[in-house]
């Protein structure tokens, strides 16, 4: 049961874990590889040095075995630096613990052979052993299974040189074995708490190191920004100094960074005209308020001045931050802008037409024009009415033009001419459309052509007077020709009769019928003649 106990636990706690968590695990793995290729490599220079510097003991100690002891050192030293070889090596940075379990073992090793060669149990030289095993907790830094491990193999050591010597059942290897085993535990222990402070140690480096990355980043993060900025960047300290100018900064005031930093902004960038509205923006933000659109000129290095519209904000030490956004050329354009809206409202509202806008729904959006004065109507009056309310209050034919105004709505431009009153009105509707070219309202003009139709209408009837007297001056030549040609004929037959009636005698019975057709004629040739005829045109 407490094994599955322990399983389950295991296993929530790798539920559990994160990447984080296996990040930290991996580097102090890393770490702890390192820390015990170290700690080895230092175990056996202070095992090599204590050999040497405890060499010239063994002439005074053991005087008669001097030069084997000294052999046997001098093949400890070898092993030492055998094992610090292979500590450097790779196998042993990839096995750092294995390896390291090494060091103490070949201490132990020298130990015995020299107790041994000295004495066995009874030699004062087993007293290095404890020792040996005290390197092992503040040498080696490991977890307390190898550092157990280590301790055992010393102990191991010591059990097999004593049963080699056939001492097992001397009362003071039992006495050295409990102080052995003592060290031992002591040993681990304290590797134990070496490890956990190791382990919190590392977790605070690691941190650090992580805040330290953070702010790195941070900061490399903050550089970027504001060297890529579209805007105009400048960071100010306590006292006014530039301490940042970035690109864009440079770009558009033309101050190179060395010259502009350090440098007290409101001096260099701002006009003097403008001290007194930048710097109670900068006060205020210094306060702890955020200034937003702070409208301000700068000063270029050449002289000119640009417009900027500045947002201001306190930093963390005091300073300030302003960034501003170049408008000049926006105030420009909307300075144009607004002039040419004054004189375009002026020529609407001083034109004799009416102006007038209306939204998708129908409803009055804009009225303006002298041509209002005319209907009585004020510029704005019918502002949200629908176009049919003004309709029926101001025109003749209301539903007429209503049918107009839809189909402007509908997307045709119509073109009519309506009446209010005795006023004659052309008026002319154009759809308006959005970008995706649905109708979005319609726009219109309504001219007063009332003088116009009138002229018009009296040049009609002049035209149709002229044309009736042109009309009436050809019948008139028609009829003289008519009248001339009629006359000639009439002429031929008086000549004609005057002649026959000459030759006839007096008393002829034809006599009277020719004087009969003289006097007809006599009288038709007096109905042609001009008096008679005013409309007859002379030959």
């Given at each position: 049961?407490?094994?599955?106990?322990?399983?389950?636990?295991?296993?929530?706690?790798?539920?559990?874990?994160?990447?984080?968590?296996?990040?930290?695990?991996?580097?102090?793995?890393?770490?702890?590889?390192?820390?015990?290729?170290?700690?080895?490599?230092?175990?056996?220079?202070?095992?090599?040095?204590?050999?040497?510097?405890?060499?010239?003991?063994?002439?005074?100690?053991?005087?008669?075995?001097?030069?084997?002891?000294?052999?046997?050192?001098?093949?400890?030293?070898?092993?030492?630096?055998?094992?610090?070889?292979?500590?450097?090596?790779?196998?042993?940075?990839?096995?750092?613990?294995?390896?390291?379990?090494?060091?103490?073992?070949?201490?132990?090793?020298?130990?015995?052979?020299?107790?041994?060669?000295?004495?066995?149990?009874?030699?004062?030289?087993?007293?290095?052993?404890?020792?040996?095993?005290?390197?092992?907790?503040?040498?080696?830094?490991?977890?307390?299974?190898?550092?157990?491990?280590?301790?055992?193999?010393?102990?191991?050591?010591?059990?097999?040189?004593?049963?080699?010597?056939?001492?097992?059942?001397?009362?003071?290897?039992?006495?050295?074995?409990?102080?052995?085993?003592?060290?031992?535990?002591?040993?681990?222990?304290?590797?134990?708490?070496?490890?956990?402070?190791?382990?919190?140690?590392?977790?605070?480096?690691?941190?650090?190191?992580?805040?330290?990355?953070?702010?790195?980043?941070?900061?490399?993060?903050?550089?970027?920004?504001?060297?890529?900025?579209?805007?105009?960047?400048?960071?100010?300290?306590?006292?006014?100094?530039?301490?940042?100018?970035?690109?864009?900064?440079?770009?558009?005031?033309?101050?190179?960074?060395?010259?502009?930093?350090?440098?007290?902004?409101?001096?260099?960038?701002?006009?003097?005209?403008?001290?007194?509205?930048?710097?109670?923006?900068i006060v205020r933000a210094r306060?702890?308020?955020?200034?937003?659109?702070?409208?301000?000129?700068?000063?270029?290095?050449?002289?000119?001045?640009?417009?900027?519209?500045?947002?201001?904000?306190?930093?963390?030490?005091?300073?300030?931050?302003?960034?501003?956004?170049?408008?000049?050329?926006?105030?420009?354009?909307?300075?144009?802008?607004?002039?040419?809206?004054?004189?375009?409202?002026?020529?609407?509202?001083?034109?004799?037409?009416?102006?007038?806008?209306?939204?998708?729904?129908?409803?009055c959006t804009l009225s303006e024009?002298?041509?209002?004065?005319?209907?009585?109507?004020?510029?704005?009056?019918?502002?949200?009415?629908?176009?049919?309310?003004?309709?029926?209050?101001?025109?003749?034919?209301?539903?007429?033009?209503?049918?107009?105004?839809?189909?402007?709505?509908?997307?045709?431009?119509?073109?009519?001419?309506?009446?209010?009153?005795?006023?004659?009105?052309?008026?002319?509707?154009?759809?308006?459309?959005?970008?995706?070219?649905?109708?979005?309202?319609?726009?219109?003009?309504?001219?007063?052509?009332?003088?116009?139709?009138?002229?018009?209408?009296?040049?009609?009837?002049?035209?149709?007077?002229?044309?009736?007297?042109?009309?009436?001056?050809?019948?008139?030549?028609?009829?003289?020709?008519?009248?001339?040609?009629?006359?000639?004929?009439?002429?031929?037959?008086?000549?004609?009769?005057?002649?026959?009636?000459?030759?006839?005698?007096?008393?002829?019975?034809?006599?009277?019928?020719?004087?009969?057709?003289?006097?007809?004629?006599?009288?038709?040739?007096?109905?042609?003649?001009?008096?008679?005829?005013?409309?007859?045109?002379?030959?």
């Amino acid at each position: 049961m407490a094994a599955r106990a322990r399983r389950s636990t295991a296993t929530d706690q790798d539920r559990n874990r994160t990447p984080d968590d296996d990040v930290f695990r991996a580097a102090f793995e890393n770490d702890s590889r390192k820390s015990c290729v170290r700690g080895g490599s230092a175990y056996c220079l202070i095992a090599g040095l204590v050999i040497l510097a405890t060499t010239p003991l063994d002439r005074v100690r053991f005087p008669e075995l001097a030069g084997p002891l000294l052999v046997i050192r001098l093949a400890g030293i070898t092993a030492m630096a055998a094992i610090l070889a292979l500590l450097r090596s790779d196998h042993g940075r990839r096995h750092p613990r294995a390896v390291g379990v090494l060091p103490p073992s070949a201490t132990g090793a020298l130990i015995q052979a020299l107790a041994f060669a000295t004495g066995g149990h009874t030699s004062p030289v087993n007293i290095d052993t404890n020792f040996a095993i005290i390197g092992v907790a503040l040498m080696m830094p490991w977890t307390m299974a190898w550092s157990a491990l280590s301790c055992l193999v010393l102990v191991g050591e010591y059990v097999a040189a004593t049963a080699t010597a056939g001492t097992l059942r001397d009362p003071r290897f039992t006495d050295n074995l409990l102080v052995l085993t003592a060290a031992s535990g002591l040993a681990i222990v304290t590797t134990g708490v070496r490890e956990r402070w190791r382990r919190r140690e590392f977790a605070h480096r690691w941190t650090l190191a992580g805040a330290h990355r953070d702010a790195r980043a941070s900061a490399e993060r903050y550089r970027s920004l504001v060297e890529i900025a579209g805007s105009v960047i400048v960071v100010l300290a306590r006292d006014g100094r530039i301490v940042e100018f970035n690109r864009e900064a440079v770009r558009v005031l033309g101050w190179p960074p060395e010259e502009a930093v350090g440098q007290d902004y409101l001096r260099l960038c701002v006009p003097a005209s403008c001290h007194g509205a930048v710097g109670a923006g900068i006060v205020r933000a210094r306060g702890g308020e955020a200034v937003h659109g702070l409208e301000a000129r700068m000063r270029t290095r050449g002289g000119d001045e640009r417009v900027f519209v500045c947002n201001v904000s306190r930093l963390a030490d005091g300073g300030v931050i302003l960034c501003g956004e170049d408008i000049t050329e926006r105030t420009r354009v909307e300075e144009a802008l607004r002039a040419s809206e004054a004189r375009l409202r002026t020529v609407i509202t001083g034109a004799p037409v009416v102006l007038f806008t209306c939204d998708q729904a129908g409803i009055c959006t804009l009225s303006e024009g002298r041509g209002l004065a005319r209907l009585g109507l004020r510029p704005g009056q019918v502002l949200g009415l629908h176009f049919s309310e003004v309709l029926a209050g101001f025109v003749s034919d209301p539903e007429r033009s209503a049918g107009y105004f839809q189909r402007a709505l509908a997307g045709e431009r119509v073109t009519w001419l309506g009446a209010s009153g005795e006023m004659i009105f052309e008026c002319r509707l154009t759809p308006m459309r959005d970008r995706e070219d649905n109708v979005s309202g319609v726009i219109g003009v309504a001219i007063d052509v009332t003088e116009r139709e009138r002229s018009e209408n009296a040049l009609l009837v002049l035209e149709r007077k002229l044309l009736e007297a042109k009309r009436l001056e050809s019948l008139g030549v028609l009829a003289g020709g008519v009248a001339h040609d009629f006359n000639n004929l009439l002429v031929n037959v008086l000549g004609n009769a005057s002649l026959a009636a000459s030759e006839l005698a007096e008393d002829s019975p034809a006599r009277p019928s020719l004087r009969r057709i003289e006097a007809a004629a006599r009288r038709g040739s007096e109905l042609t003649r001009p008096e008679r005829n005013p409309s007859r045109c002379s030959p």
